[in-house]
């Protein structure tokens, strides 16, 4: 059965930090991964998808990576502001199934 | 030019109603989902949905129930509320396979 764990489940940083936000999955057979963030009383909006053959994505100050071995992906977040605060989430689709698992989710708050 | 609606936005009713929150989607998509928040913010699906099949959380109560009058429609049916069911309650749609997008949520409060 595929879990999926978010580490650490809040964090805290000051404007202007580099930082990675951590997604374990334990199943290495997923189909894809996607990164969301969810702002507080929101919807989920979209941030990136990884295809299970792709190694990484890219948009904007964001960048997400997947080592699908490992069963790990990261979200690196360039030169953070106090409007990334938000709840990030990963997201998996088992490869064969319809199985869509949704991770813990890291709390950010950027400090200005 | 919203692509994921949902309504209502917020919902409140007695235990033991029968209520319905409407999803919509104008991207064209094939693929619709329902997935519910708790009161821990944890996410869980329960129901994928194309033209072809029905995909369902064997863990969700068969008082839900999703209804689809068309591809950019799903409705989600809910019987005989329970105090349980309260939470916030989110429509996605995607292309089979493909990125998500979500809905701005439904917050369910049962009394």
């Known amino acids: 059965k595929q879990e999926v764990t978010q580490i650490p489940a809040a964090l805290s940083v000051p404007e202007g930090e580099n930082l990675v936000l951590n997604c374990s999955f334990t199943?290495?057979?997923?189909?894809?991964l996607q990164w969301f963030r969810q702002d507080p009383g929101k919807g989920l909006t979209s941030l990136l998808l990884?295809?299970?053959?792709?190694r990484e994505q890219t948009s904007g100050r964001l960048n997400a990576s997947l080592d699908k071995s490992s069963g790990r992906s990261t979200l690196y977040i360039a030169a953070s502001q106090p409007g990334d605060s938000a709840t990030y989430l990963c997201f998996t689709k088992a490869s064969g199934t319809y199985k869509y698992i949704f991770g813990t989710g890291t709390r950010l708050k950027v400090l200005a | 030019d919203t692509a994921v609606s949902q309504t209502p936005k917020y919902l409140v009713t007695q235990m033991g109603n029968d209520k319905s929150i409407k999803c919509e989607q104008n991207?064209?998509?094939?693929?619709m989902y329902w997935y519910k928040q708790d009161s821990k913010k944890f996410l869980k699906i329960m129901f994928s949905y194309n033209n072809k099949e029905l995909i369902i959380n064997e863990t969700v109560p068969n008082r839900f129930s999703p209804k689809s009058p068309d591809k950019a429609h799903l409705n989600l049916h809910i019987n005989s509320l329970e105090l349980g069911d309260s939470a916030v309650y989110f429509c996605?749609?995607?292309?089979?396979?493909?990125?998500?997008?979500f809905g701005p949520g439904t917050r369910l409060t049962v009394l």
């Open positions: 996605a749609s995607s292309l089979e396979g493909g990125e998500q997008f």
């Open positions: 991207l064209g998509h094939d693929t």
């Open positions: 990884i295809q299970s053959s792709q």
């Open positions: 199943d290495s057979a997923i189909y894809n």
